[in-house]
């Protein structure tokens, strides 16, 4: 179908499950962060299903077309998986400058990196097993994972995000033999530190992707917007990604009001195009929707949309989450009526 709809990845969490004023309270944790959880852990693992349940049956309520889990178990988008590798301290900490330039936590690594088991696998084959739409899952990309650490083992940056990609590559690969349709990795850092995603970060990708058959989605972003609020009107890095085997990339248009044009350079890929603006409560019309897909269809065929908000909808509230991606499911309905 013409302009199918997706969420990037995460949607609201439940209240009931993690304390959401102490998650916007902070950055998003790169180590494990259990004291977020309103659950007792003897029970979590059956919260986790019943909130990932919830998920599934709004987006599906919402219309959307591709569902994702939510990524209800996870603390962040990134730390179950970078904190699930051999190579890592967790009981004690590193420390390593945000993207805004802040001081973090992060995990220590102590030894070479690699992927022990299968992390997220369960996740996929629960979402498999409770929706008949098409699924995409995310894992974090291993550029973004090499700038989220304190590095104490590896003389070579370079080095290091290799042997993440190394991981990531065998998580994708679990990730479509358990019934995954898209597997997206969310590399966040190339937009924040592009000379180095340049310099050494591309290659990762394209080691992550190395031998991958199946659809493969990149989401590039300038960070949450209920914690970053300063937006460029472009991207530091994006026609790169042209060089790689990747099927689709997510980008967002809607906050920054990116200049569409830029998406000619991305020739051949699908764009998942953000058309929600996550910095402001307010929900939007659905024709404010069908504008913003408009303004990309002179840059980028319809046959080579997903229509999607900009970045993940983990900080909303839920009924502001569920608001925005109806409306969004619908701005997609009035341009995909219009085409036909």
């Known amino acids: 179908m013409l302009l199918p709809t997706s969420l990037v990845g995460s949607y609201a969490q439940p209240d009931w499950l993690i304390d959401k004023e102490k998650l916007a309270g902070r950055f998003p944790p790169r180590v494990r962060a259990t004291d977020l959880w309103r659950v007792d852990e003897q029970f979590r693992e059956q919260a986790f299903d019943d909130a990932t349940l919830l998920a599934i ?12 889990d939510g990524e209800m178990r996870r603390e962040s988008y990134s730390n179950r998986f970078a904190t699930a590798l051999e190579g890592v301290d967790l009981e004690n900490h590193g420390t390593a400058l945000d993207r805004s330039g802040e001081p973090t936590p992060v995990p220590r690594l102590t030894g070479k990196i690699r992927r022990m088991h299968a992390v997220e696998t369960r996740d996929v084959e629960f979402l498999r097993a409770n929706t008949d739409r098409m699924i995409k899952i995310t894992v974090p990309g291993p550029f973004t994972m090499s700038q989220q650490v304190q ?35 969310d590399e966040p850092y190339m937009q924040a530190r592009p000379e180095k995603a340049r310099e050494f970060g ?46 689709d990339v997510s980008i967002e248009k809607a906050q920054s009001n990116l200049d569409c044009k830029v998406l000619e350079k ?25 504008q913003r897909i408009r303004r990309a269809l002179p840059h980028v065929p ?3 949309l997903v229509i999607a908000p900009d970045c993940g909808l983990k900080y909303l509230p839920r ?14 309905a009035i341009v995909r009526k219009e085409l036909s």
């Open 57 to 68: 049956r709004d987006q599906e309520k919402a219309g959307l077309d591709i569902i994702t």
């Open 151 to 185: 590095n104490e083992y590896y003389d070579d940056e370079a080095e290091m995000a290799h042997d993440y990609a190394v991981a990531v590559n065998a998580e994708i690969k679990d990730l479509f033999a358990a019934g995954a349709d898209i597997v997206q990795i």
């Open 202 to 247: 591309l290659a990762a990708v394209k080691t992550a992707l190395d031998g991958v058959n199946g659809r493969t989605a990149l989401h590039i972003c300038f960070g949450y917007a209920a914690l970053i609020h300063e937006r460029p009107e472009g991207y530091n890095f994006l026609p790169e990604l042209a060089e790689t085997s990747l099927n």
């Open 266 to 290: 991305l020739d051949g890929k699908t764009i998942i195009l953000g058309v929600l603006d996550l910095s402001t409560h307010d929900i939007e019309d659905p024709e404010t929707v069908a």
């Open 302 to 304: 319809a046959e080579r």
């Open 319 to 332: 009924d502001i989450a569920f608001g925005k991606m109806k409306a969004m499911a619908e701005g997609a």
